[in-house]
């Protein structure tokens, strides 16, 4: 179990003005519901840890509550705040980017957000792609829109030349909306902070439509992922039933967790095989894939197969190959769609045993799509939250929720591993219940 003192927040410093929230409060009424510091939500819920922690056999697991706070480290009017996405899209960007600004401006009186452009690029001058100004008036439609407003980039940038870029520009403060690296960036900006002994608070919000970042329970975009997987799943079917032996493969997002492939096949529940990172399975063999799908036509004579970007890798001869990876080091999977629809097609053509394959990969649509309503709400949660934290001068923690709270966690907590599939968990066996898929197929 964790250590406790890993889920503390740094702070800048002591946090001495009062927050705008509670001066525009009306007489008598908190209806902000101002958190302290002290305020902490419990990690693991379950009664046997909570009886273990009273028997004194075991810590709890406290995590900093989020929320605003009545004493606020930055003099608002004199607040600058800067705004940067990296990393592949996903939905919700821009409503995060919305509700900060809305956040700041109205609730907080901050009326200088700078706008970062293409990534941590943004932050080096030479690339000369300047900053916007992000005012409520700027913003006020982008929630419609999928994307980022702002653009994004991968590839390495220098840490000290982009905190020299935050202080030249008397920035207070830089929220980084992104995935693992923009995480890391994130910290590894902070910690140079840090060291030079600089005010300027930095706050990670997690982007990961894979929703494979530890300890919080989700991730804003993954929601919308597999809602709008949903359709295609659907139409995939079509395709299937309408052909004797007619085969639909989906290849959908899950780099190393199959969250999205596996929740898509179960709120669709016309996907028969679902096929994930966390699982081990063969294509040949009696009990392998490729047997187990004839058995199926054979029976039904269609079949709808979702399969995770990152699923069978074990299926390509890695011999003496380099790894592929992306400007940022991302390794780059090989594509198992394409291997599944070509090994289906040939494992069937040497039976003479007819089959039609259709096959579909919509991960940009669905990358690009704009949050739906739960996602929508969530983001503006995670936004708010992000905020409050910044203005009372914490640094180097996510917003996130755990046990449906919203919390601040160090950005090195969630950073350090990720999030997968227990296959021998409830969810993984729901997903196994809805595609009546085997066990094993190995
Ligand atoms: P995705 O989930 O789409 O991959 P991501 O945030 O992980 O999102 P990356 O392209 O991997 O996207 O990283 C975003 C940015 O963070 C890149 O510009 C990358 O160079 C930078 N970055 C990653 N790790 C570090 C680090 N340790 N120090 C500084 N910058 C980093
Ligand atoms: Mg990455």
């Not at 653009?151 to 870029?165: A, K, N, Y």
Request: overall charge negative; glycine content about 10%; proline content about 3%.
């Amino acid at each position: 179990m964790e250590d406790v003192e890993k889920f503390d927040i740094d702070v800048l410093g002591e946090a001495l003005y009062d927050s705008p929230l509670g001066l525009s409060k009306r007489k008598g009424d908190d209806i902000f519901n101002f958190v302290t510091d002290k305020d902490r939500v419990l990690r693991y819920i379950s009664l046997n840890d909570h009886n273990n922690c009273v028997k004194g056999e075991q810590e709890p697991v406290a995590l900093e509550k989020a929320g605003p706070r009545e004493k606020i480290y930055f003099n608002t009017k004199k607040t600058k705040a800067a705004i940067v996405t990296c990393g592949g899209l996903c939905p919700g960007i821009n409503n995060v980017i919305r509700s900060l600004v809305m956040g700041l401006h109205y609730f907080y009186e901050v009326k200088e957000i700078l706008g970062v452009r293409y990534g941590y690029e943004g932050l080096i001058p030479s690339y000369g792609h300047g900053f916007v100004d992000l005012t409520p008036e700027y913003v006020k439609d982008i929630h419609q829109f999928g994307g980022t407003i702002l653009g994004s980039s991968r590839g390495g940038q220098d840490v000290g030349e982009m905190v020299d870029t935050l202080y030249n520009n008397g920035i207070d403060m830089l929220f980084a909306i992104g995935g693992d690296g923009t995480l890391k960036g994130a910290n590894a900006i902070g910690d140079e902070i840090a060291k030079r002994g600089l005010n300027i608070s930095v706050i990670g919000i997690p982007k990961t439509i894979d929703n494979d970042v530890s300890i919080i329970d989700k991730t804003f975009g993954f929601e919308t992922a597999y809602h709008v997987a949903n359709p295609i799943i659907r139409d995939a079917h079509n395709e299937a039933t309408g052909a004797y032996n007619g085969i639909a493969i989906v290849k959908l997002m899950g780099r190393d967790s199959g969250f999205i492939a596996a929740s898509a096949a179960i709120s669709m529940p016309v996907v028969n095989f679902v096929l994930v990172p966390e699982m081990h399975f063969e294509l040949e063999g009696e009990n392998g894939f490729l047997e187990t799908l004839k058995k199926r036509l054979d029976a039904k004579q269609h079949a709808v197969i979702v399969v995770a970007e990152g699923a069978g890798q074990n299926l390509f001869n890695k011999e003496g190959k380099e790894k592929v990876t992306d400007a940022s080091g991302n390794v780059q999977h090989d594509d198992i769609g394409l291997l599944l629809k070509n090994e289906i097609a040939e494992f069937f053509k040497k039976k003479d045993y007819e089959v039609t394959i259709k096959y579909i990969d919509p991960s940009y649509i669905i990358r690009s799509a704009p949050a739906n309503p739960g996602d929508s709400v969530f983001c503006s949660g995670l936004a708010y939250h992000a905020l409050h934290g910044a203005m009372a001068g914490k640094t180097k923690f996510v917003v996130g929720r755990v046990n449906n709270q919203y919390v601040y966690l160090p950005i090195s907590a969630v950073t350090s591993s990720r999030k997968k599939i227990n296959m021998e968990g409830g969810f993984w066996f729901a997903a196994l219940e809805s595609t009546g898929q085997p066990f094993e197929m190995r």
